[in-house]
Nanobody
Framework: QVQLVESGGGLVQAGGSLRLSCAAS????????MGWFRQAPGKEREFVAT????????AYADSVKGRFTISRDNAKSTVYLQMNSLKPEDTAVYYC???????????????????WGQGTQVTVSS
């Protein structure tokens, strides 16, 4: 099991940037695909981005493609989400998650992830 702690959320104006970090503990981080999800008030949790275990492949939701970048540093057991050109509709609680299976490729479904962080709030003002 991987324990995850997100940080880096906050309040930013539209057009601004934030970088979220997700620090992992546990021996399986470097073999786990990772993902970022978000949940806005009154809405279901939605997929944002995913990265495979080695960091060689990534995928994004259409709503963030070209603006967000997911990356990882296995030596630091940390996954990042760089968010640029933020919009008010990006306002949500952002969660990182670790995949259930070792050496999986890109994962997009919430059911594919077995460990979740507590979330960090991102608020984008217009």
């Amino acid at each position: 099991q991987v324990q995850l702690v997100e940080s880096g959320g906050g309040l930013v104006q539209a057009g601004g940037s934030l970088r979220l970090s997700c620090a992992a503990s546990g021996r399986t981080f470097s073999s786990s695909a990772m993902g970022w999800f978000r949940q806005a008030p009154g809405k279901e949790r939605e997929f944002v981005a995913t990265i495979n275990w080695s960091g060689s492949s990534t995928a994004y939701a259409d709503s963030v493609k070209g603006r967000f970048t997911i990356s990882r540093d296995n030596a630091k057991s940390t996954v990042y989400l760089q968010m640029n050109s933020l919009k008010p509709e990006d306002t949500a609680v952002y969660y990182c998650a670790a995949g259930r299976s070792k050496y999986a490729s890109l994962l997009r479904g919430a059911a594919d992830f077995g460990s979740w962080g507590q979330g960090t709030q991102v608020t984008v003002s217009s």
